[in-house]
Each structure stands twice: as structure tokens, then as C-alpha cells.
């Protein structure tokens, strides 16, 4: 009788651990629909992304053994950004066969099926239900969706924080540390914010590795500055950003649901006197600082974003709702928003830039020539084999200043021989010109400055015209571009 | 014969009174005052004939698409099943309208239980200077949106001892949260009265809490989900709703002190500080959650986050439920000096103020809005441009004038006032305002060439606005093909 009281009671068990197991699956499932989504909402041949083409061009050359200098930035140059994203999707392109693109796809699911896992591994010590709720916050997040979906430096070194991050938690530290060297191949900043995170966890939680930690912390940043000088990489910071850039329903490219970060600031009034939490919300809100002037850092930040949200959620569904129906409407209009975010971001995907036409224009340009453009533009023209005037890679730049200024003249001058000669002193043969330029990006009016040159003045020939492209041809004296 | 209370006939009459007085002006005229109503018109007709609201619009900016939400077209064509559509566009938001009578008098009854008084507030509430004229003769959203909102607000109150109103709010809110982006108001009202609680040491109800989480979740998904593209195109210009740069001074004009007076209104002005002080001074639960829709109103307005006419209309009806408090406050003082009949005294200054301040100039103010309605010449006009303009023509009217071109004259217009994701909006409007009021025929028809404009509506507002357009005498390029109001049609 006992045995099989015994043999229920194990049973009921098993069913219930696997049950727990299934729910984790379904999010699992969901975050692969999610990262897969993405490339049967964009209709465009072209991937979405713009320092993900950067990272295109190089890993093409690294693979073709063509990259001994940048020669397509800024006219050419002799730095790079941080490679190590660019050397494994070299090495593995090589390796199997398939092209970098297709690489990056893989490469980057693998990644976000990854750090799902590992996030949830991470959270081992929590309520289950909450485990499952903040992962399926974190899938439907839209830094989530484009970390792993679109080309970019930062989805291999966020895995390996959480890779670390977990075999820290766990003891393994001899592993811990044998991943941590991956790490200056990603760049001084990443290395630095990690490490820093990993030190202040340290020193709060487990104070007897903290003295180790920092050790191992000031070799890896000497390793990385070794790295950045021996190879010629330099730090590649961010873009700057404004509050409302943080919320991705607003649009901006990455970014949270706005009903997470709601969340968040709730949980602040249910947790601001719990000791417990306070380590993830003061990390939370340096990150969220220093992150309007280093955007990627956004990506980290979402990490932390979704656990506080999974948090307040977790308050809300467990609190004792003195009216159940509004309680149960308030905890399905959260779950709408967060899913809605996630959805309509999903949607979105066929309007991030590039375009198609932006590759069918930029063939009318011959490879090698030097183009002036926004440099917001810069990667797409050098992934497409011409040479930028400027591009968004700022860092290492001597006469970036001169640039800046030089750029601003020639948009803004209607003065033929002074456009002219700035043209000629940067060997500017091109000029490419899409839709923001025109509205707003650059110019607001339509007479405006080059704009009005480039009607008028003979030494302009028109090559391309479309409603979102603009490509003209600068005639030199002689005639010839 | 109903066995009503005495108080219940006052209010039915003053309901009455509100409601007939408004049906005088606005069947003094066909037209509507407001070019928006014709847009309302057309997007409840399109409901009517297809069964779907509209999302392309092919009129509008000579044809784009439109987001808005369509729940108030909805509940219009709900009525146009029963009367005639054109009956239910002048009757239906004047009927919505009129009810805040009975809810501000419901309110009032709850912050003071006082029927005398809240009959006043009643009556003061119906002839709310701001709210008579800009819901008068127009299918303004607003008709039902100010209503509702103060029911929500009425419902808070009496959950203090009625928990069963709980299903009432949540209803009420689904509809509201739906109808308009102005409702993110009350969600930031509960918010100041949140505060105003906390910081009396005032423990809030915790079904009020919840609701208040409820309500602001609801508005904040609602308004993501119908302004989405809006959202994503306009990012936090928004909030302006694409205006043109140059039409903005006319929507966000200041407000100062004597405008607040003269279209709020005297008493509600006087007696509704004078009831916040002494409620905060008494620390009255029902004026904290009056004063926080006070408060988030003025907030928006000194922002610039609402227009003044709107954030004034919701000043308006909370500034006359929290004047009963000072109201109250002033007989008792009265009563505590030597003069004689008090009762008379009070009731002969109040009623006389009433008279006075708030219908005097809602009926004048009435009388004016009435005259700046379409005449029948205009309809007139806009009927040769229907019947014998040529089928998808463009027409040029002034901004004011889009719709009504829309509606009545069935062709596309250049602009009209829904600016939200309307394709270069600030260009479109220097453009009509430069065809109108230039001097260079060569300008003006290379911007009708821009916008491919086959007729000019001239009307008389328009003449009056920008003065006589002189290359109009040329005869080669502008024909005139209806006398008065003039339409023209471009001929180079």
C-alpha cells in the first residue's frame, strides 16, 4: 500500500517536473518562431542593419586574405573596429562553406537560442513561474529580436557574459575564466562593462572571489590592450541617445517594450525598500545612464530590464487583488502590451534600412570611388566596394573634425567654387543622396544649399533619380568625374 | 405621472433646459461650424454604406491613409439605425453633451450632500461657456468623452461605499480608453489624487489603487494599439499630432486669467478655488480626486500637451463640482453676518451670476458660432463642384474649408484639419497659404501644378482671412465657374 502511495506520489513528481520542463520548452519554442520571424517579415533580399554591414565587408575580405587596411573608410585607413565578430564569421564561412551572410543568420539564432538558455539556467534559484515569465519577457523584447536577428558585434560577447556569468554562479571558475579570455576580442568597452558587472556582483554577493576576480579582470584588460595596439583595433563607442530612444514603440531601431520598462519603474515603488533587488536596480540604472551615451549598452541592460519586469509581474500575478476581475484584466492588458511590442516589432523588420534599390543605385557608382553621403550611409557604401568620405566609425579619425566641417560646407554651401575646390581636396567623385538626407536628416528645403547646386551648376550630371535615391556625378574641370 | 422627487424634476428640467437651448441654435443652421464634424460625417457614412471604418481615405490630401479610432463613428451609426443620419449628427452629441448635467449633479451630490447646491452646479455645468460653444453645432468627440470621463470620476467617489460599481468602471473605461488619446488625462488625475492621499496621510482604498493600475494600463495599450504608426512615425511629436508649424500658434494660443474667466466661466473660477482651499483645509477625500483632474489639466495646459479649448472644457466641469464646496463655504459665512434673508440674498446673487457669467455669454457666444457655420451659398457652391466638376478633380479650399470640400463637394481636397500622419503637413499648409494670399500668378500656379489642383474654392471666410487674390482676374488661366461663393477653375 505505501509502495504504492509511494509510486503515485513519484509519479505526480514526474509528471509535475515535466510539465514545469514543458512550460520551459513552449518558450523555448517561442523564441525560436521569434528569431525566426524576422526573415519572413522583411521582404527585402538585402539584410536590415548598418554596422552589421561593416562587419560583412571585413569578414569577406579576412576570408578572400585581402584585409591588410581598411581601405574604403574615411577614403582609407589603418584601424579597425573590434574584429573578433568578423573573424568568426570568416572562420566559419571558410569552413563551412556557406556564405558570411548565411553565417550570420545562424550564427546569431544559435546564439539567442543560447543565451535564452543560459539566462534561464541563471535564474535557477528563483520561483519557477517566474522563470518562465521573465524569459518569455525577455524573447518578446525588441533588444532581444535584434540582437540575434541582424548582423552586429555585440550577440557573441553578450553569450559569453551570460556563458561566464553562469559557470561563475555555479563554481566552475576555471571555465569561467578559460571563456573570459574570449572577451578582449570583442572590445575594451564590452570587456570593461563586463568585468566591472562582474566585480560589483562579486564584491555584493560573494566577497571571497572578489580579490581573484579583480586580478583576472586587470590581466584581460591588459591582454585587450594588447590586442587593440598589436592589431590595430580602436574602442568603438556608441551613439548617443535620447529618452525616448530606449523605447522601442516609439521607434527606434532596439530598444525595450514600453510595458517592460512600466514595469520596471512599478517594481520600483513594490521594491525600493528590498535589500535584494536593490543590486539589480542600482546596475540597472548606471547601465540605463551611461547608456545615453553608449547605446549598445542596451543590450546588456535588457537583460536586467527583463528580470526587474519579471519581478513586478510576478508581484502583481501573486498579489491578492481585492478585485479579481480587475486584477485579472490588469495582468492580461500587461501581457497584450508586452506581446504587442514584441509583434509590431517584429512587423517592422521590412522597413529597417538598407533597401533593395539602395544596392540597384549604388551599382550605377563604379567600385573604388570615393563617395560623399551621409555618413549614416557609410557601411552600405563600403559593403558595396566604395570609398566613404565619413561613416559612422568616428573613433582613430585624425581629421575627423576638418571632416565634419568640410561635410557641413558642401551640404550647405551655394557656393559653386568653394563646393568645387572641398570636392577636389577629398578626390569626391559621387555624391549619394537618399530620402532622410532631403527630408530633414540634412537638408529641410528643397533649394537648399547643394541641393540647388546640383540643379544648376553644369558640373553635376544626374546618374540616378528616384523618389528615394539621388545619385550625381561630379564633373571636374576637364569634363571626367 | 412619475413619482419623481421634487429635486428630480429641478434636474430633469435643467437637463431640458440645457438640451432645447442647444437644439434652438443648431437647427438655426444645415451646416456644421466645425470643418472636423464634415470629417465625422464622412467617416460615419462610410460605416453606413461599407460596414467598416475608414482606413484609406481617398479624398483626404487628395487621397492617404487615416488612423483614428472609429468607436464614436460607431456609436453614431448605432443611433443612425434608428433616425435619420443627418438628425443624428446635429441631435445625438448635443443629447451626450446635456448628460453631464445629471453626472455633474450626481458628483456634486456626493461632495456635498446638499441638493440645492447640487442642482446649481448642475445648471453652472450646462452652461460652461467653453463646453456650449465648442460642442455646439459640431460632432465634437468631446460630447461624449466629457461625460464619461466624469461618470469614471463619479464612480471613484462612490466606491468609498459601493464596491458593485467596480464592473461599471471597467466597462466605462474599456469605452473610454478606446475613444480618444485626451483620456490619458484621468489615468494622470488618479495619479494627483494618489499623491494628494499620500500626502494628507490618507490610506487609499485598495480596489481604488487597483483600478487607477487598471485604468492606466488600459489607456496606455489602447492608445499603442490605434496610434501604433502614428507612434513610429511621429515618435514624441505626437503629442502635437502633426500640426503644421504654421498652424500651431492657433492651436496652442495662451492662456491667461481673463480668457480662463470668460470661457469657464466667473463662478465655477471664484467659488472652485475657493472650494479647493477649504476642501484640502477640511481634507475632503472628494476634492483631492477633483483637484488631481484640476491639477493634471493645468499640468497638460502649462506643457502644452492639450489644446486650451480641451483642457479648458475639463477645467471647466471640475472647477464647477468643486465650487459647490466654496459655494457652500460663502452662504455659511453669509449666515454668520447681519444681513437679512440670506436665503434671498444668496439665491438672488447666485442666480444673477449664473444669468449673468456663464448663460449670457454661452448664448452670445452661440449666436457667434452660428454665424461661422457653411451658408446655403457654400453648400450651393460645393454642389455645382459635385455635379459638374470632373469625377477624382483636386480643390483647393483653405485648411478650414478641407473637409467640407470632402463632404459636400465629393472631390479630393488639398488639406483639411486631421494632420495626423497627413504627408507633408507644415509643406501643404505654406503651400495654401502662399496660393492664397501671394501676389505672383506664376507662384501660385506652379504650386496648383505641385498639387495637380483643377478648381479654387474662394469662399468669404477665406477672402476675409487673406483679402482679395488679384491674379484671379486673369481670365486665360482662372475661369469662374460659380458666382458666390466664387470656385474657379485653373485653365494653364
Given at each position: 500500500?505505501?509502495?504504492?502511495?509511494?509510486?503515485?506520489?513519484s509519479n505526480?513528481?514526474?509528471?509535475?517536473?515535466?510539465?514545469?520542463k514543458?512550460m520551459?520548452?513552449?518558450?523555448?519554442?517561442?523564441?525560436?518562431?521569434?528569431l525566426?520571424l524576422?526573415?519572413?517579415f522583411r521582404?527585402q533580399?538585402?539584410?536590415a542593419?548598418?554596422d552589421?554591414?561593416?562587419y560583412f565587408?571585413?569578414?569577406?575580405?579576412?576570408?578572400?586574405?585581402?584585409l591588410?587596411?581598411?581601405?574604403?573608410s574615411?577614403?582609407?585607413?589603418?584601424?579597425?573596429?573590434?574584429?573578433?565578430?568578423?573573424y568568426i564569421?570568416a572562420?566559419?564561412?571558410?569552413f563551412s562553406?556557406?556564405?558570411?551572410?548565411?553565417?550570420s543568420?545562424?550564427l546569431?539564432?544559435?546564439l539567442?537560442?543560447g543565451?535564452?538558455?543560459?539566462?534561464?539556467?541563471i535564474?535557477?534559484?528563483y520561483?519557477?513561474?517566474?522563470?518562465?515569465?521573465?524569459?518569455?519577457i525577455l524573447?518578446l523584447?525588441?533588444?532581444?529580436?535584434?540582437?540575434f536577428?541582424?548582423?552586429?558585434?555585440?550577440?557573441?560577447?553578450?553569450?559569453l557574459?551570460?556563458?561566464?556569468?553562469?559557470?561563475?554562479?555555479?563554481e566552475?571558475y576555471?571555465?569561467?575564466?578559460?571563456?573570459?579570455?574570449?572577451?578582449?576580442?570583442?572590445?575594451?568597452?564590452?570587456?570593461?562593462f563586463?568585468?566591472?558587472?562582474f566585480?560589483?556582483?562579486?564584491?555584493?554577493k560573494?566577497k571571497?572571489?572578489f580579490?581573484?576576480?579583480?586580478?583576472?579582470?586587470?590581466?584581460?584588460l591588459l591582454?585587450?590592450?594588447?590586442?587593440n595596439?598589436y592589431?590595430?583595433?580602436?574602442?568603438g563607442?556608441?551613439?548617443e541617445?535620447?529618452?525616448l530612444?530606449f523605447?522601442s514603440?516609439?521607434?527606434p531601431k532596439?530598444?525595450?517594450?514600453?510595458f517592460t520598462?512600466?514595469?520596471?519603474?512599478f517594481?520600483l515603488?513594490?521594491?525600493?525598500?528590498?535589500?535584494?533587488y536593490?543590486f539589480?536596480?542600482?546596475?540597472?540604472i548606471?547601465l540605463?545612464l551611461?547608456?545615453f551615451?553608449?547605446d549598445?549598452?542596451?543590450?546588456?541592460?535588457?537583460?536586467?530590464?527583463?528580470?526587474?519586469?519579471?519581478?513586478?509581474?510576478?508581484?502583481l500575478?501573486?498579489r491578492?487583488?481585492?478585485?479579481?476581475?480587475?486584477?485579472?484584466?490588469?495582468?492580461w492588458i500587461?501581457?497584450?502590451?508586452?506581446v504587442?511590442s514584441?509583434?509590431?516589432?517584429?512587423s517592422?523588420f521590412?522597413?529597417?534600412k538598407p533597401?533593395?534599390e539602395?544596392?540597384?543605385?549604388?551599382d550605377?557608382?563604379?567600385n573604388?570611388?570615393?563617395?560623399?553621403?551621409?555618413?549614416?550611409n557609410?557601411?552600405?557604401?563600403?559593403?558595396?566596394?566604395?570609398?566613404?568620405?565619413?561613416?559612422?566609425f568616428?573613433s582613430?579619425?585624425?581629421?575627423l573634425?576638418?571632416?565634419?566641417k568640410?561635410?557641413?560646407?558642401?551640404?550647405?554651401?551655394?557656393?559653386?567654387e568653394?563646393?568645387?575646390?572641398?570636392l577636389?581636396?577629398?578626390?569626391?567623385?559621387y555624391?549619394?543622396i537618399?530620402?532622410d538626407m532631403?527630408?530633414?536628416?540634412?537638408?529641410?528645403?528643397?533649394?537648399e544649399g547643394l541641393?540647388?547646386?546640383?540643379?544648376v551648376?553644369p558640373?553635376?550630371?544626374?546618374?540616378?533619380?528616384s523618389d528615394?535615391?539621388m545619385i550625381?556625378?561630379?564633373?571636374?574641370e576637364?569634363?571626367?568625374? | 405621472m412619475l413619482?419623481?422627487?421634487?429635486?428630480?424634476w429641478?434636474l430633469?428640467?435643467?437637463?431640458?433646459?440645457?438640451?432645447?437651448s442647444?437644439?434652438?441654435?443648431?437647427?438655426?443652421?444645415?451646416?456644421?461650424?466645425?470643418?472636423?464634424?464634415?470629417m465625422?460625417?464622412?467617416?460615419?457614412?462610410?460605416?453606413v454604406?461599407?460596414?467598416?471604418?475608414?482606413?484609406?481615405d481617398?479624398?483626404?490630401?487628395?487621397g492617404?491613409?487615416?488612423i483614428?479610432?472609429?468607436?464614436?463613428d460607431y456609436?453614431?451609426?448605432?443611433?443612425?439605425?434608428?433616425?435619420?443620419?443627418?438628425l443624428v449628427?446635429?441631435?445625438?452629441?448635443?443629447?451626450?453633451?446635456?448628460s453631464?448635467v445629471?453626472i455633474?449633479?450626481l458628483?456634486?451630490?456626493?461632495?456635498?450632500?446638499?441638493e440645492?447646491?447640487a442642482?446649481?452646479?448642475?445648471?453652472?455645468s450646462?452652461?460652461?461657456?467653453?463646453?456650449?460653444?465648442?460642442?455646439?453645432?459640431?460632432?465634437?468627440i468631446y460630447?461624449l468623452i466629457?461625460?464619461l470621463?466624469?461618470?469614471l470620476?463619479y464612480?471613484m467617489?462612490?466606491?468609498?461605499?459601493?464596491?458593485?460599481?467596480?464592473?461599471?468602471f471597467?466597462?466605462?473605461?474599456?469605452?473610454?480608453?478606446?475613444?480618444h488619446?485626451?483620456v490619458f488625462?484621468?489615468p494622470?488625475?488618479?495619479?494627483?489624487?494618489?499623491?494628494f492621499?499620500?500626502?494628507?496621510?490618507?490610506?487609499?482604498?485598495?480596489?481604488k489603487?487597483?483600478?487607477?493600475f487598471f485604468?492606466?494600463?488600459?489607456?496606455?495599450?489602447f492608445?499603442?494599439?490605434?496610434y501604433?504608426?502614428?507612434?513610429?512615425?511621429?515618435g514624441?511629436?505626437?503629442?502635437?499630432?502633426?500640426?503644421?508649424?504654421?498652424?500651431?500658434s492657433?492651436?496652442?494660443?495662451k492662456?491667461?486669467?481673463?480668457?480662463?474667466l470668460y470661457?469657464?466661466?466667473?463662478l465655477?473660477i471664484?467659488?472652485?478655488?475657493?472650494?479647493?482651499?477649504?476642501?484640502f483645509?477640511?481634507?475632503k477625500e472628494n476634492i483631492?480626486?477633483l483637484?488631481g483632474?484640476?491639477?493634471?489639466?493645468?499640468?497638460?495646459?502649462?506643457?502644452?500637451?492639450?489644446?486650451?479649448?480641451?483642457?479648458?472644457?475639463?477645467?471647466?466641469v471640475?472647477?464647477?463640482?468643486?465650487?459647490?464646496?466654496?459655494?457652500?463655504?460663502?452662504?455659511?459665512?453669509?449666515?454668520?453676518?447681519?444681513?437679512?434673508k440670506?436665503?434671498?440674498?444668496?439665491?438672488?446673487?447666485?442666480?444673477?451670476?449664473?444669468?449673468?457669467?456663464?448663460?449670457?455669454?454661452?448664448?452670445?457666444g452661440?449666436?457667434?458660432?452660428?454665424?461661422t457655420?457653411?451658408?446655403?451659398?457654400?453648400?450651393?457652391?460645393?454642389?455645382?463642384?459635385?455635379?459638374d466638376?470632373?469625377?477624382?478633380?483636386?480643390v483647393?479650399?483653405?485648411?478650414?474649408?478641407?473637409?467640407?470640400?470632402?463632404?459636400?463637394?465629393n472631390?479630393?481636397?488639398?488639406?483639411?484639419?486631421?494632420?495626423l500622419?497627413?504627408?507633408d503637413a507644415?509643406?501643404?499648409?505654406?503651400?495654401?497659404?502662399?496660393?492664397y494670399?501671394?501676389?505672383?500668378?506664376?507662384?501660385?500656379l506652379?504650386?496648383?501644378?505641385?498639387?495637380d489642383?483643377?478648381?479654387?474654392y474662394v469662399?468669404?471666410?477665406?477672402?476675409e482671412k487673406?483679402?482679395?487674390?488679384?491674379y484671379l482676374e486673369?481670365e486665360?488661366?482662372?475661369?469662374?465657374?460659380?458666382?458666390?461663393?466664387?470656385?474657379?477653375?485653373?485653365?494653364?
Open positions: 500500500m505505501k509502495n504504492a502511495l509511494n509510486e503515485c506520489i505526480q513528481q514526474f509528471i509535475r517536473f515535466y510539465a514545469k514543458g520551459f520548452f513552449l518558450v523555448l519554442l517561442l523564441c525560436i518562431v521569434v525566426i524576422p526573415g519572413f521582404l533580399n538585402s539584410s542593419g548598418d552589421g554591414y561593416y565587408r571585413i569578414a569577406n575580405q579576412l576570408k578572400d586574405n585581402t591588410a587596411r581598411d581601405e574604403f574615411f577614403g582609407g585607413r589603418n584601424n579597425f573596429l573590434p574584429l573578433g565578430w568578423a564569421l572562420g566559419t564561412s571558410y562553406g556557406l556564405d558570411v551572410e548565411s553565417v543568420r545562424i546569431l539564432f544559435l539567442g537560442i543565451s535564452l538558455i543560459l539566462f534561464y539556467l535564474l535557477e534559484n520561483d519557477h513561474n517566474f522563470r518562465l515569465i521573465t524569459s518569455s524573447v523584447s525588441p533588444a532581444f529580436i535584434y540582437l536577428s541582424i548582423n552586429n558585434r555585440f550577440a557573441f560577447p553578450v553569450f557574459t551570460l556563458l561566464i556569468f553562469y559557470l561563475s554562479l555555479n566552475r576555471l571555465l569561467a575564466v578559460l571563456f573570459s579570455l574570449l572577451i578582449p576580442f570583442f572590445g575594451f568597452l564590452n570587456l570593461l563586463v568585468g566591472l558587472f566585480l560589483s556582483y562579486f564584491f555584493y560573494k571571497r572571489i580579490r581573484k576576480t579583480l586580478f583576472i579582470f586587470f590581466i584581460l591582454i585587450s590592450s594588447f590586442i595596439f592589431l590595430n583595433w580602436v574602442v563607442l556608441g551613439v541617445l535620447s529618452l530612444s523605447i514603440d516609439f521607434g532596439y530598444g525595450f517594450s514600453f520598462f512600466l514595469l520596471v519603474c517594481g515603488l513594490f521594491f525600493w525598500r528590498k535589500r535584494d536593490a539589480f536596480y542600482i546596475t540597472g548606471i540605463f551611461i547608456s551615451k553608449i549598445w549598452l542596451i543590450f546588456y541592460l535588457n537583460f536586467i530590464v527583463c528580470f526587474l519586469a519579471g519581478l513586478s509581474f510576478l508581484k500575478y501573486n491578492k487583488w481585492e478585485s479579481s476581475l480587475v486584477g485579472k484584466l490588469t495582468l500587461l501581457v497584450c502590451g508586452i504587442f514584441g509583434v509590431s516589432y517584429l517592422q521590412d522597413n529597417f533597401n533593395d539602395l544596392f540597384i543605385a549604388l550605377e557608382i563604379p573604388g570611388a570615393v563617395v560623399l553621403s551621409h555618413y549614416s557609410g557601411y552600405w557604401l563600403e559593403y558595396s566596394g566604395k570609398k566613404t568620405f565619413m561613416d559612422p568616428f582613430g579619425v585624425s581629421d573634425n576638418e571632416r565634419k568640410d561635410a557641413n560646407d558642401i551640404f550647405y554651401s551655394k557656393d559653386i568653394k563646393t568645387k575646390n572641398l577636389d581636396k577629398y578626390n569626391i567623385e555624391i549619394f537618399d530620402k532631403r527630408n530633414g536628416k540634412v537638408w529641410t528645403k528643397s533649394e541641393l540647388f547646386l546640383l540643379e551648376s558640373s553635376f550630371e544626374s546618374i540616378y533619380k528615394n535615391f550625381w556625378r561630379y564633373l571636374k576637364n569634363g571626367t568625374s | 413619482n419623481l422627487k421634487r429635486e428630480t429641478i430633469i428640467a435643467i437637463f431640458f433646459l440645457v438640451f432645447i442647444r437644439l434652438f441654435f443648431i437647427f438655426q443652421s444645415p451646416t456644421f461650424s466645425d470643418d472636423s464634424a464634415y465625422t460625417q464622412r467617416y460615419t457614412e462610410n460605416i454604406e461599407t460596414g467598416e471604418s475608414l482606413k484609406y481617398p479624398l483626404s490630401y487628395g492617404r491613409n487615416v483614428y479610432s472609429p468607436i464614436f456609436i453614431l451609426w448605432f443611433f443612425g439605425l434608428f433616425i435619420p443620419l443627418s449628427f446635429k441631435i445625438i452629441p448635443q443629447l451626450f453633451i446635456s453631464l445629471i455633474v449633479y458628483i456634486a451630490k456626493e461632495v456635498k450632500s446638499n440645492v447646491l442642482l446649481i452646479a448642475a445648471l453652472l450646462g452652461f460652461i461657456p467653453i463646453i456650449f460653444l465648442e460642442t455646439l453645432n459640431s460632432i465634437s460630447s466629457i461625460p470621463m466624469f461618470y470620476v464612480i467617489i462612490k466606491l468609498e461605499r459601493d464596491d458593485t460599481l467596480i464592473l461599471h471597467v466597462i466605462f473605461s474599456f469605452l473610454l480608453a478606446a475613444l488619446p485626451s488625462l484621468l494622470l488625475a488618479l495619479i494627483f489624487y494618489f499623491m492621499m499620500v500626502s494628507e496621510s490618507f490610506s487609499v482604498k485598495t480596489v489603487k487597483e483600478l487607477m485604468l492606466m494600463f488600459l489607456v496606455l495599450l492608445q499603442f494599439l490605434i501604433k504608426k502614428a507612434f513610429l512615425e511621429h514624441w511629436d505626437i503629442i502635437w499630432g502633426n500640426i503644421p508649424a504654421g498652424y500651431i492657433s492651436y496652442f494660443s492662456v491667461t486669467i481673463l480668457d480662463m470661457k469657464v466661466g466667473v465655477p471664484v467659488f472652485g478655488f475657493v472650494g479647493i482651499i477649504t476642501g483645509y477640511r481634507k483631492f480626486l483637484s483632474v484640476i491639477m493634471s489639466t493645468l499640468l497638460l495646459l502649462w506643457l502644452r500637451f492639450i489644446e486650451p479649448k480641451i483642457g479648458l472644457m475639463f477645467l471647466g471640475a472647477l464647477t463640482v468643486v465650487s459647490i464646496n466654496g459655494l457652500d463655504y460663502f452662504y455659511n459665512y453669509l449666515l454668520k453676518t447681519k444681513i437679512k440670506v436665503d434671498k440674498v444668496f439665491s438672488f446673487i447666485l442666480i444673477s451670476g449664473i444669468i449673468i457669467f456663464s448663460i449670457i455669454p454661452s448664448f452670445m452661440a449666436y457667434s458660432t452660428m454665424q457655420s457653411q451658408t446655403e451659398e457654400d453648400i450651393s457652391a460645393m454642389n455645382w463642384v459635385r455635379t466638376s470632373s469625377e477624382g478633380a483636386v483647393l479650399g483653405d485648411v478650414d474649408e478641407g473637409s467640407f470640400i470632402s463632404e459636400y463637394g472631390r479630393k481636397n488639398v488639406m483639411d484639419p486631421n494632420f500622419l497627413a504627408p507644415s509643406i501643404r499648409f505654406d503651400d495654401i497659404t502662399t496660393i494670399s501671394t501676389k505672383s500668378e506664376t507662384k501660385a506652379d504650386l496648383m501644378k505641385k498639387y489642383i483643377k478648381y479654387m469662399s468669404d471666410k477665406t477672402i487673406y483679402g482679395e487674390i488679384q486673369d486665360k488661366c482662372f475661369k469662374r465657374m460659380h458666382k458666390q461663393p466664387a470656385v474657379y477653375k485653373i485653365l494653364c
